[in-house]
């Protein structure tokens, strides 16, 4: 009989001896059986074999089920005064170069849904979300003011007015805020056809507003209602834009349509896009108006309304935002993510870092 030590040992703590009695008798084979009876088996040999094929942890139909369910949507796009690209979408919000397509960074915001972008006098991006408004510093990447007592924290729209005052439209009304002191100065709640779906800024420095029912102009020193059309075609105004020579384009789920700045009468209607659900306008430093709609994305001759083309290859044909002249391209955010469109041979080439599976 003979005393050996038995060293025991458990993940994450120290070996424990431990002294045990055995007694070992040698076998013929030469291999020492422990005392208590149990024989020992000379060491097996084992054929070498090529592991089991491996299975993917995300099995095809599965990953294709959860790439269908992450929202790729480009709702909002603004151009700085440093000559990059802000791109809000459904995933967040990312400031990209628009010469190379190169993401130069990404913020982290409270709520990745964004609706609106604005650029103020002194640089800074003012992003609008479903949950709200917050100001992001393009010197640091980093946000410096949010959570505003708004009409609503659904924010729609967003607009910088002559002084410098940021107009936030929201699906309740209206709030105009001081970007400098980040406070708000005033709300219009009973704003006439209740959402601010859309703003622009006309010659005189007044404030017209898409809503849920036509158009309304604000003055932008008192914030009352100076002007109302609900004779508009189609009824709820989707996009507004400012012309070359000062009139008022609407974009409607019945087509575009011009109105005059001052008295808010309808001039006249593109025949060509009657019918058609139009959700961006933009014009380009030709003057020609790039037209986003539910089925494409066509350029306008807007003096004779003429249909110059229709541009393919987007990631979607459901445009939801446009920023032209930046990085000399037609920047575009589509249902399905972000492209860009050649203004030499109107081709569109989709941003690998924001595009979903192709439409």
Not at 67 to 85: E, F, H
Not at 238 to 262: E, I, K, M, N, Y
């Amino acid at each position: 009989m003979s005393v050996s030590c038995l060293w025991l040992g458990w993940p994450g703590q120290e070996p424990v001896k431990s002294a045990i009695a055995t007694s070992f008798s040698p076998t013929r084979s030469g291999v020492f059986d422990i005392a208590q009876g149990i024989p020992a088996e000379p060491p097996s040999s084992y054929e070498v074999s090529p592991p089991p094929p491996r299975r993917e942890p995300l099995p095809p139909q599965r990953y294709l089920e959860e790439q269908q369910q992450i929202d790729y949507r480009v709702g909002a796009l603004q151009a700085d005064y440093t000559g990059s690209l802000w791109v809000g979408s459904w995933q967040g919000l990312a400031r990209i170069d628009p010469n190379t397509g190169i993401v130069q960074a990404r913020v982290t915001l409270p709520d990745t849904v964004i609706s609106a972008m604005a650029q103020d006098r002194v640089g800074r991006v003012w992003i609008g979300t479903y949950s709200g408004l917050s100001r992001v510093d393009p010197r640091s990447n980093e946000i410096t003011a949010q959570n505003f007592f708004l009409p609503s924290n659904r924010i729609l729209s967003l607009q910088i007015d002559d002084r410098g005052f940021l107009w936030v439209g929201t699906d309740r009304g209206l709030g105009m805020i001081s970007p400098d002191r980040g406070l708000l100065m005033t709300t219009l709640q009973d704003l006439p056809g209740v959402s601010a779906n859309a703003l622009a800024l006309d010659r005189d420095g007044q404030l017209w507003v898409g809503t849920l029912d036509g158009i309304v102009r604000i003055n932008t020193a008192s914030a009352f209602p100076m002007v109302r059309n609900t004779e508009v075609p189609g009824d709820v105004v989707q996009a507004l834009t400012l012309g070359p020579q000062g009139r008022l384009w609407a974009g409607t789920p019945d087509g575009v349509f011009v109105f005059d700045p001052r008295s808010g009468r309808l001039l006249r209607a593109v025949t060509q896009l009657r019918g058609r659900n139009v959700t961006a306008l933009g014009f380009d430093s030709t003057t020609s108006l790039w037209v986003g709609t539910q089925d494409g994305l066509l350029k306008l001759n807007p003096y004779n309304g003429a249909i110059i083309g229709q541009v393919p290859g987007l990631p979607s044909s459901y445009v939801l935002s446009l920023s032209p002249d930046t990085g000399n391209k037609l920047w575009v955010g589509t249902r399905q993510g972000l492209a860009w469109v050649s203004l030499f041979t109107g081709e569109a080439r989709s941003h690998g870092a924001f595009v979903g599976p192709i439409e």
